[in-house]
């Protein structure tokens, strides 16, 4: 079967750092993607990864390792505005999205 | 302007009723989908349309039945709602089949009472 594994809730502090890691075993591979979902709002696309290794888009980064079914989603200088579930999705050899069930990041002052 | 938009945002109903739920894009995309998102917040594929053709259905009970009247339209109509069927409803779009970004709209909150 197919699986996406991410811890299901996470807590940080303003200001410091966090890395979200997502574990995948999909039928194939063509690439990961990273959403942001606020409670009660929709998925909103953050990265793209379907290389190995690091993409830097200011605050946020993600990583990818194919070898090892790998990814994290790291977030920099949090604001409490990036309290939210963060969602890891694969895209598998038939290019369809298996998503995790998302990881709900808690930001404390 | 929304690029995704979908129709109503609350839906109360009882069981039994029928109920349809409308989606929008003006992104010119070719594939859009429906998504049920349940209290547990997985997002689960329920069809996908590529220029109106049927791509993706899921194990989706016969009860839910999507239209796509053009590419940039994709609604769901619901009949003999039950409980379960209480979740978020989400509509998407993206390029193409193999261009995995999607754009989602703002959900429509379906509850059956």
Redesign the interface.
Known sequence: GQNIDQPTEMTATEGAIVQINCTYQTSGFNGLFWYQQHAGEAPTFLSYNVLDGLEEKGRFSSFLSRSKGYSYLLLKELQMKDSASYLCAVVDSNYQLIWGAGTKLIIKP | DTAVSQTPKYLVTQMGNDKSIKCEQNLGHDTMYWYKQDS??????MFSYNNKELI?NETVPNRFSPKSPDKAHLNLHINSLELGDSAVY?CASSAG??T????????SRLTVL
């Not at chain 2, 995995?100 to 959900?107: A, R, S, T, V």
């Open positions: 547990k917040k997985f997002l689960k594929i993706i989400f089949v193999e995995g970004e999607l754009f989602f709209g703002e959900g």
